[in-house]
């Protein structure tokens, strides 16, 4: 098992929910709000949840507590992030667990620190092991290792090698590989057509695009003091994931053990 898939195991919706304490209920119909804060308000009478206030064209209407509007406490982060990018997702589920609520997540939950290190792992394990490859297909090809540097634009030529100088220069027995970043790789990727095909690219233009995306999903999970959208795009983000695990599972298969 791989990082990535145990943290994507380990990190369920628990950490993603909001919890029962935190909940905004209403046991009377809310009041019709210009700029409402929420889509979805669990009903109550008394203590307990009966169904749900549901916001539809301005105003909140009544919805019983059905399977659909359900999701269990142990539903692992990936399948949250599979289930908002379907057309059919509500705006938000109730989390139980048993016969008990103990949460709601909706889709701005996904900005939160538990979902981002899931996909930071995911896309940060696929930049090592892109690393590695490029480095097992300069050998198989017979070429050095500072070829890297002639597929790259000149201005990040020369980002590389100042990262490569500084490593030197602080005795990391290190090579080119190393210093290059993931921009750097992905370029290098796109300028190896036996490796590229490898990985299932069918042109530079295309490795660019989609390990392009990749990076720009990477970047923008970085900092979880920054939100990514004010709703993230789960359905764009749920076909990235498969597209890295896609291409880890071609790695396992083409990298020697």
Not at 66 to 71: I, P, V
Not at 185 to 196: K, S, T, W, Y
Not at 212 to 233: M, W
């Amino acid at each position: 098992m791989n990082l990535h898939e145990a943290i994507r195991d380990a990190f369920t919706v628990e950490y993603l929910m909001t919890p029962r304490e935190r909940l905004q209920t209403a046991s009377e119909c809310p009041a019709p709000q210009s700029d409402p804060c929420y889509d979805v308000i669990p009903r109550t009478v008394g203590e307990r949840i009966v169904g749900l206030w549901v916001l539809r064209e301005g105003e909140y209407v009544p919805e019983p507590l059905t399977e659909e509007w359900m999701l269990a406490h142990s539903t692992p982060i990936r399948e949250v992030i599979c289930l908002f990018s379907e057309p059919s997702a509500k705006p938000a589920y109730l989390v139980v667990n048993g016969a008990r609520v103990d949460g709601i997540v909706s889709r701005a939950d996904l900005n939160k620190v538990a979902c981002r290190t899931y996909l930071f792992t995911l896309i940060g394990e696929l930049e090592y092991w892109l690393g590695k490859l490029i480095r097992h297909s300069l050998l198989v090809e017979r070429l050095p290792e500072e070829q890297v540097l002639q597929w790259l634009r000149p201005n990040r030529r020369q980002k590389v090698l100042e990262q490569y100088c500084q490593m030197q220069s602080e005795n990391a027995d290190l090579g080119y590989v190393d210093a290059l970043a993931f921009c750097d790789i992905v370029e290098i990727v796109a300028r190896m057509p036996r490796l590229r095909g490898k990985l299932g690219f069918s042109s530079a233009r295309r490795t660019r695009k989609e390990l392009g995306g990749l990076e720009d999903l990477r970047n923008g999970i970085a900092h979880p003091i920054r939100q990514i959208y004010p709703v993230i795009e789960a359905e764009e983000v749920y076909q990235q994931v498969e597209q890295a695990e896609k291409i880890l599972e071609k790695i396992r298969d083409s990298f020697p053990t």
